[in-house]
């Protein structure tokens, strides 16, 4: 079956730049819709990006100035750059399956909590 | 951006009772392109409804999705202990796509 598993620094620092990585088993990544996804208890559920095999990418425009979404088709992951942290990035932070572009999420890693403090 | 309001913030009920939730959009949802995802603590959301109406797979039929528009529903016809949790929609027919802030259904 289809799994997802985050990876990375649990602890940033603010001004920093957050790498995760998303390692996918049960399926090729080129295929599908590759999603980041956060969530915090004051902004909620926030769709962050997309991206597909072919290297096209969607971005929140709320966050987009911060962000850039990549995929390695070799080892089949895809990862998040997130620039100029502050306390307001801390989230747990899921990616995400999706069938299309337009498309619901059809399966979720289990999420990776990440706190920005000093 | 379309912004989901999901109402009541919370439900409480007991098993075996009906629960309805609702969704409105801040615009019409495109092709009823409106998801519905259960979450428990500590898990990831799962996806039980798509297109509005469509069950996931391995979803219970006690679920169920309705509405088209900015008006939508999720029912659990007889509530199971393993329903209480919260329920979030999800459009994703527009750019970027936006959730709702949740509903938690908890047992009375």
């Known amino acids: 079956q289809v799994q997802l598993q985050e990876s990375g620094p649990g602890l940033v620092k603010p001004s920093e730049t957050l790498s995760l990585t998303c390692s996918v088993s049960g399926v090729s990544i080129s295929s599908y819709y590759w999603n980041w996804i956060r969530q915090s208890p004051g902004k909620g559920l926030e769709w962050i990006a997309y991206?597909?095999?072919?290297?096209?990418?969607k971005y929140n425009p709320s966050l987009e100035s911060r962000v850039t979404i990549s995929v390695d088709t070799s080892r089949n992951q895809f990862s998040l750059k997130l620039t100029s942290l502050t306390a307001a990035d801390t989230a747990v932070y899921y990616c995400?399956?999706?069938?299309?572009?337009?498309?619901?999420?059809?399966?979720w890693g289990q999420g990776i909590l990440v706190t920005v403090s000093s | 951006e379309i912004v989901l309001t999901q109402s009541p913030a919370t439900l409480s009920l007991s098993p075996g009772e009906r629960a309805s939730l609702s969704c409105r959009a801040s615009?019409?949802?495109?092709?009823?392109?409106l998801a519905w995802y259960q979450q428990k603590p500590g898990q990831a959301p799962r996806l039980l409804i798509y297109d509005a109406s469509s069950r996931a797979t391995g979803i219970p039929d006690r679920f169920s999705g309705s509405g088209s528009g900015t008006d939508f529903t999720l029912t659990i016809s007889r509530l199971e202990s393993e329903d209480f949790a919260v329920y979030y929609c999800?459009?994703?027919?527009?750019?970027?796509?936006?959730f709702g802030q949740g509903t938690k259904l908890d047992i009375k």
């Open positions: 995400a399956r999706a069938g299309g572009f337009d498309y619901h999420f059809e399966n």
């Open positions: 991206i597909y095999s072919s290297g096209s990418t």
């Open positions: 615009q019409s949802v495109t092709l009823r392109y």
């Open positions: 999800q459009q994703y027919g527009r750019s970027p796509y936006t």
